[in-house]
Structures are given as C-alpha cells and as structure tokens.
C-alpha cells in the first residue's frame, strides 16, 4: 500500500507562518516592485493570517491601524482608500485624476481594521458613499477606480462583492442601485448553476463565492432564479475545494 502523501498539523511549521507574515508586514522585498500600487492589498494577506494563526499580537496593531488610516482619501467626493501613498499635485483635477481610490484596497482596509480591533470612528462614510456612486457602472457592476465607461477600469463580480462588503460594514446600502446590483449577480449565473465574472462568462470557484457572499449580505440569495447551483457546490464541480 501507498504511503499517505497528505499533510498534517505535524508537518506545519507555524513559526515559519508568523515570521514570514510578520517580516512581508513591516518591509515588502524587491520582487513586489510591480505591486507597489496594491500595498494595502498585500498587508491585508499578513494581518488576515496572523489572525487566523492566533498570532495577531506579534503586529503593533495601533502603529497598523495608523498606517492604514494614511492611505484614506481626505477628498469629500473622492472616498476611499489608495492602494500606495499619496502623490501631491497642483491641483484638485490632477489630485483626483491621479489618486484614485481603490475598491478592493478599501475594501481590505475596512476588513484590517476591523481585525485589528479599530471602532471605525474615522472612516469617512459621507466621502466612500460619493465613490461608491461613481463606482458602479450602469449595468450594476462596480469598476475599482473612478471611471466615465467600464472601459476605463474592470468591472466585475469581484468588484460587487467588494462593495456588498463595504455597504454591509458600514452601512451604505443607500449610497448604490441596489436592484441593478442584485440583476447583475443573477445574470452572472452560468448554466451550470456557478457564477462566472459577469453575463455571459465561464463558472468559476472564486466568482461563485463573490456572488454567493454578495448576495447573502444583500438578503438576496433565496431569491436566486436559477437554485442549480447547490449540487454544483456539493459535487465540489465549480473548483470550490
């Protein structure tokens, strides 16, 4: 017989884990140059696992949580977080052209800070309600940058469940269409009851977990048309586990 190929706990080395985290937290190497402008993003991996090993006081979580606060946007009708620190320019047009808030990098900050314990007493919600407007797309779909088209910046489900999170964290339903987000979520749905990144494209496992978790927070996904997608998930066919 076979000797058993797969891992166990014995053979997890969780202070390897913690260093690693702990060392990508503090100073990012060189092979991360072309990352630059997802900083936020690639904190978020550090602090999310130090969570999950229990380890999350080997951060400084208030010098984190000041840190993460200095990428917030202090425009009034230019919410958000950047992924990188801001550049100043000489004026307000080219301020807001060339910073541009992050969907997904707001959406990890809000999720840090959360982790890290903040009340979320200085996240400005009037500013992120005015970007979150100029996110989403008429189709309901969410770009992840200010944009005049989607041709100006992806929009997809990944976007959606971006901005379901932050909607459902702060409380910002009203800030979006909600009926045109929930169209675009069911209209992603593929035939083999999975969801893919928009109408119209191939299933996918990550896809499938942004629409589900969308709409759960939306309260919409009893109301989902197509319910084929539960043997989906049982057969483990959309590539979920």
Not at 170 to 178: F, K, R, V
Request: overall charge negative; aromatic content about 10%.
């Amino acid at each position: 017989m076979a000797a058993d190929s797969r891992l166990s706990l014995d053979d997890f080395s969780c202070a390897k884990h913690v260093a690693y985290f702990k060392q990508h937290a503090k100073k990012l190497p060189d092979v991360y140059k072309s990352m630059d402008t997802n900083r936020l993003t690639l904190l978020y991996f550090s602090v999310s696992g130090l969570d999950l090993l229990g380890k999350l006081d080997e951060l400084d979580r208030e010098q984190t949580i000041e840190y993460i606060y200095s990428y917030q946007s202090p425009l009034p009708d230019h919410g958000g977080f950047y992924g990188c620190p801001r550049v100043s320019f000489d004026t307000p047009e080219l301020d807001k052209c060339n910073n541009q808030p992050h969907i997904a990098n707001t959406y990890v900050a809000l999720v840090m800070l959360i982790i890290l314990g903040d009340d979320l007493g200085r996240v400005n919600r009037s500013s992120l309600g005015q970007s979150l407007r100029k996110w989403q797309l008429e189709d309901g779909s969410f770009c992840c940058v200010h944009c005049i088209s989607s041709l100006d910046s992806e929009s997809d489900i990944r976007f959606v469940y971006c901005a379901a999170t932050i909607c459902y964290i702060l409380d910002l339903w009203d800030a979006i269409d909600i009926e045109a987000m929930t169209r675009f979520i069911y209209a992603s749905q593929s035939y083999d009851g999975a969801f893919g990144m928009g109408p119209s494209t191939e299933s996918h496992g990550g896809c499938t977990y942004c629409a589900v978790a969308a709409l759960t927070m939306l309260g919409r996904l009893a109301d989902l048309p197509s319910k084929d997608l539960w043997p989906e998930l049982q057969r483990g066919s959309v590539g979920l586990w």
